[in-house]
């Protein structure tokens, strides 16, 4: 099991920029294959980016292709998202999730951490 805890969000303006931080319990976090969710207000969950066990390769949405990254630093045991050119549809709950089968749901998540992006 591993646990998982954002940090890093904040009120931010729009054109700017923010990262935001996922910090894992366990030293097997090169293990799993890691993601980023948001939730924004009335809406369902949406996937934003994912990056696999090694960080060679990284998945994004459209919405979000550009100008967000996901990184990784496994000796850090930590997950990472820049987001830039913020825009105030980016204003949701930002989530980390994990999983050790590719194939399988993400089964472990952080609480989330909020981004307010004003216009």
């Known amino acids: 099991q591993v646990q998982l805890v954002e940090s890093g969000g904040g009120l931010v303006q729009a054109g700017g920029s923010l990262r935001l931080s996922c910090a894992a319990s366990t030293g097997t976090f090169r293990n799993y294959h890691m993601g980023w969710f948001r939730r924004a207000p009335g809406k369902d969950r949406e996937f934003i980016a994912s990056i696999n066990r090694g960080g060679s390769a990284t998945n994004y949405a459209d919405s979000v292709k550009g100008r967000f990254a996901i990184s990784r630093d496994n000796t850090k045991n930590t997950l990472y998202l820049q987001m830039n050119s913020l825009k105030p549809e980016d204003t949701a709950v930002y989530y980390c999730?994990?999983?050790?089968?590719?194939?399988?749901?993400?089964?472990?998540w952080g609480q989330g951490t909020q981004v307010t992006v004003s216009s």
């Open positions: 999730a994990g999983k050790t089968i590719l194939t399988a749901p993400y089964d472990y």
